[in-house]
């Protein structure tokens, strides 16, 4: 059983930073490609940041520059450093597990975890 447990999300201000972790367990860490996704309220699910087996790296126009995922397979988690968070970046959070490539398409993940909720004050 594969399991996906987020944490790190609260309040912040308009410029603020916050680093989410994304604890994964169940399979070896290191078969993993793993992503980011945030769905703010009333819109749909939309693509953050993706890493690959090799740690290459993907982002959305929205947020490069502004964040950075990583990941630490000895620790067999996930993370998503976000810097100089505005408004718009208000919205759950999850991560995202796949065999396959990584990818910036949801469908293209096979597990998730429950989502952690960032709110940036103005």
């Known amino acids: 059983q594969v399991q996906l447990v987020e944490s790190g999300g609260g309040l912040v201000q308009a410029g603020g930073s916050l680093r989410l972790s994304c604890a994964v367990s169940?399979?070896?860490?290191?078969?993993?490609?793993l992503g980011w996704f945030r769905q703010a309220s009333g819109k749909e699910r939309e693509f953050v940041a993706a890493?690959?087996?090799?740690?290459?790296?993907g982002y959305a126009d929205a947020v490069k520059g502004r964040v950075t995922i990583s990941r630490d397979n000895a620790k067999s988690t996930m993370y998503l450093q976000m810097n100089s968070l505005k408004p718009e970046d208000t919205a759950v959070y999850s991560c995202?597990?796949?065999?396959?490539?990584?990818?910036?398409?949801?469908?293209?993940?096979?597990?998730w975890g429950q989502g952690t909720q960032v709110t940036v004050s103005s």
């Open positions: 995202a597990a796949t065999f396959n490539a990584y990818s910036s398409i949801s469908y293209d993940y096979n597990y």
């Open positions: 169940g399979q070896p860490f290191s078969r993993y490609a």
């Open positions: 890493i690959s087996r090799s740690g290459v790296t």
